[in-house]
């Protein structure tokens, strides 16, 4: 599948010109700078310390561009910041934040707020977009072992060796504030996306999942549960979370999944 085939509603192409067109002003005002900051230091006249301020997606950068600083750190922490941006931007537009498991979109978003993703260009675009798309099938598996591997065995309703029709979950929601914690619900996400794949059916969009439908349900409803297609989940004042399947069905098929990675382990119980 082509990356235009995956950001249909986007030209690669164009938001990549406007990208380098983007930069190529930004790198000219910076030598506008530098060069009137020169001018002023000869004439004994003064130039201000100018800031430039770290963004939401990149929040450890911030250099001065002026007496203090160079024009060549502005420079790189401004193009981490656009290509951030950016790739947020085609990340969502795409919908291949969806085929991402936790892990892959924790790692994904380090990589933006460390700014250390590929620079944003036609090339990288397609090259990293093809990669994700390419290994949905490890990320798919990877969903289902990390959920498994995260539950606690000091509950009965945990099985050491597969799931079954209800999972207790630890830290679903803060004990305090109420609002579930994010890397609990992305798990849940993998789940949804497990099951619908399992169920023939299309990826859902995580831009809806489980951490808006708690929220949600929180906030609005005031409630203590809400349900998905797959899966009803209630939580207590302590955190935790209990998970109840719909479709023994599709436990199944992940059961086997388990199985497959730990032919002589956990899952053994359900080859």
Same mark, same amino acid.
């Given at each position: 599948?082509?990356?235009?085939?995956?950001?249909?509603?986007?030209?690669? +192409?164009?938001?990549?010109?406007? @990208?380098? +067109?983007?930069?190529? @002003?930004?790198?000219? /005002?910076? !030598?506008?700078?530098?060069?009137?900051?020169?001018? /002023?230091?000869?004439?004994?006249?003064? *130039?201000?310390?100018?800031?430039?301020?770290?963004? %939401?997606?990149?929040?450890? =950068?911030?250099?001065?561009?002026?007496?203090?600083?160079?024009?060549?750190?502005?420079?790189?922490?401004?193009?981490?910041?656009?290509?951030?941006?950016?790739?947020? #931007?085609?990340?969502?537009?795409?919908?291949?934040?969806? *085929?991402?498991?936790? !892990?892959? @979109?924790?790692?994904?978003?380090?990589?933006?707020?460390?700014?250390?993703?590929?620079?944003?260009?036609?090339?990288?675009?397609?090259?990293?977009?093809?990669?994700?798309?390419?290994?949905?099938?490890?990320?798919?598996?990877?969903?289902?072992?990390?959920?498994?591997?995260?539950?606690?065995?000091? #509950?009965?309703?945990?099985?050491?060796?597969?799931?079954?029709?209800?999972?207790?979950?630890?830290?679903?929601?803060?004990?305090?504030?109420?609002?579930?914690? %994010?890397?609990?619900?992305?798990?849940? =996400?993998?789940?949804?996306?497990?099951?619908?794949?399992?169920?023939?059916?299309?990826?859902? =969009?995580?831009?809806?999942?489980? #951490?808006?439908?708690?929220?949600?349900?929180?906030?609005?409803?005031?409630?203590?549960?809400?349900?998905?297609?797959?899966?009803?989940?209630?939580? *207590?004042? %302590?955190?935790?979370?209990?998970?109840?399947?719909?479709?023994?069905?599709?436990?199944?098929?992940?059961?086997?999944?388990?199985?497959?990675? #730990?032919?002589?382990?956990? /899952?053994?119980?359900? @080859?």
């Amino acid at each position: 599948m082509s990356v235009t085939e995956l950001v249909k509603s986007v030209s690669i +192409a164009n938001l990549a010109n406007q @990208r380098q +067109a983007v930069m190529a @002003r930004v790198e000219h /005002a910076l !030598t506008l700078l530098a060069e009137a900051n020169q001018i /002023a230091l000869a004439a004994n006249l003064g *130039f201000p310390r100018i800031d430039v301020r770290q963004s %939401n997606l990149v929040p450890n =950068d911030t250099v001065v561009c002026g007496p203090d600083g160079t024009a060549a750190d502005a420079l790189n922490m401004i193009r981490r910041t656009v290509d951030a941006y950016g790739w947020d #931007y085609l990340m969502d537009e795409s919908g291949l934040r969806s *085929f991402m498991d936790a !892990t892959a @979109r924790r790692a994904w978003s380090e990589q933006l707020g460390e700014g250390t993703a590929p620079e944003f260009t036609a090339q990288n675009i397609e090259a990293t977009f093809k990669q994700i798309h390419a290994s949905r099938g490890d990320m798919f598996d990877r969903g289902v072992i990390k959920c498994f591997s995260n539950l606690s065995w000091d #509950y009965k309703t945990n099985q050491p060796f597969k799931f079954g029709k209800r999972v207790i979950l630890k830290r679903l929601c803060d004990k305090i504030f109420g609002y579930p914690h %994010n890397d609990k619900t992305n798990e849940l =996400d993998d789940l949804v996306r497990v099951f619908s794949v399992l169920d023939g059916k299309p990826e859902p =969009d995580h831009r809806g999942g489980c #951490y808006a439908m708690i929220q949600h349900a929180i906030k609005v409803d005031k409630a203590t549960e809400a349900e998905s297609e797959y899966f009803g989940v209630k939580w *207590f004042k %302590n955190g935790n979370g209990h998970l109840t399947f719909k479709r023994p069905d599709l436990v199944e098929q992940m059961n086997k999944i388990l199985s497959r990675h #730990y032919p002589n382990a956990i /899952a053994s119980e359900v @080859r």
